[in-house]
């Protein structure tokens, strides 16, 4: 399997985030990226390659020109009041509260354009999340041309991002630019899996609409937890889109006994709507020693879920999510890719 990588998300590296109502270490951190690289060297998964730049366009096929122009130079603005630290909003439209104007003043934009107050913006988050989209789309590039599967290793990770919001530890939706990079060179219909532990509330979204892109995500409950406000049983798609989305909100506790049996519902569906590519927004949280997530699989299973995704048959673009437990996090992202090719 091709593995895309490139050294360079280092650039993103936030200092702290806020947990229970304190600052601690962001979970989303460079280790993470690292880690993998290096267990998927461990065991020859494949060759890392470095990633090709397919500049803008098929980013804003996607996201807002707007919010992307904002993404550019958010850091940049905020340190000219605060200094050398990293970019939090501090106030939200809020239902019902907002004319829909766009503030000038950055700490305005931070709110209008951020869904939580958890996604710092480092100095280098924005090259860093270019780099994430330009990994996606080698990697997405090559599944086009050899028909093969492929790895894109990258983080900030993306599935949170909205055509026009950031948040969730996300800037750009990697999953759903590789999605629409396949349909704008000629494929008819792109199924996309998710399977991080939180629902992926910004891919859902941006296809909620159409019919040529299926969404299926299996998730923590959004009763209780993050993103909380998308990803329940009843959001199928709406319009021409009504149908081709499907969320299974599962119980704290999942164990992978219980998850494959959804999961098996899912893929049934991928397979009855064929397409002719699959994108897994790959997420590792549901391990049971996640630090933020409420799932027990062991490290075992996700050989299991590797094998399981690849029964479908298609040509396969793996886009890193989250997974934060950092001593397995290379042995289940690995474990992964590995029941896939097996
Ligand atoms: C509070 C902890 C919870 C939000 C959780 C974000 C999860 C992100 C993710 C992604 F794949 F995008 F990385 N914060 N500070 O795992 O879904
Ligand atoms: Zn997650």
Redesign the pocket.
């Known amino acids: 399997m091709q593995i895309v990588y490139s050294e360079n998300h280092h650039q993103h590296a936030a200092d702290v985030?806020?947990?229970r109502g304190s600052l601690v270490s962001c979970?989303?951190n460079p280790a993470r990226a690292d880690v993998i690289a290096s267990r998927i060297r461990e065991v020859g998964l494949g060759p890392l390659i470095e990633p090709s730049d397919f500049g803008i366009a098929p980013i804003l096929r996607v996201h807002d020109e707007r919010f992307v122009e904002f993404l550019t130079t958010a850091y940049h603005e905020w340190s000219k009041v605060a200094g050398d630290i990293d970019a939090f909003p501090h106030a939200w439209m809020g239902r019902g509260l907002g004319s829909g104007q766009i503030p000038i003043d950055i700490h305005g934009k931070l709110g209008y354009y951020a869904a939580?107050a958890?996604t710092p913006i480092s100095q280098g988050t924005w090259p860093a999340a270019l780099l994430a989209a330009q990994i996606a789309l080698t990697a997405q590039s090559h599944v086009w041309k050899t028909g093969e599967s492929a790895f894109a290793l990258s983080r900030p990770?993306?599935?949170?991002a909205a055509r026009d919001v950031y948040g969730?530890?996300?800037f750009l939706n990697q999953a759903a630019i590789a999605a629409q990079a396949f349909l704008d060179q000629g494929a008819k219909k792109v199924a996309i899996v998710d399977v991080?532990?939180?629902h992926g509330n910004g891919t859902q979204s941006i296809f909620y609409d159409r019919a040529d892109v299926l969404f299926v995500s299996l998730h923590g409950d959004p009763d209780f937890e993050?993103p909380y406000f998308l990803g329940h049983r009843h959001e199928t798609g709406n319009g021409e889109g009504a149908g081709f989305n499907l969320n299974v909100p599962l119980s704290p506790g999942t164990t992978w006994d219980d998850y494959q049996k959804q999961l098996a519902v899912g893929l049934q569906r991928v397979h009855d709507f064929a397409p002719e590519y699959l994108v897994v927004s790959l997420?590792v949280?549901t391990f049971e020693g996640d630090p933020?997530s409420q799932f027990r699989f062991g490290s075992h299973d996700f050989v299991e879920l590797g094998q399981q995704l690849s029964k479908l048959g298609y040509p396969t673009l793996f886009i890193m999510?989250?997974?934060?437990a950092i001593d397995e996090l290379g042995v289940n992202v690995a474990n992964v890719l590995s029941g896939f090719e097996s």
């Open positions: 985030e806020f947990f979970y989303e939580d958890g990770p993306g599935h949170h969730g530890y996300c991080d532990f939180h993050y997420g949280d933020i999510e989250g997974g934060y």
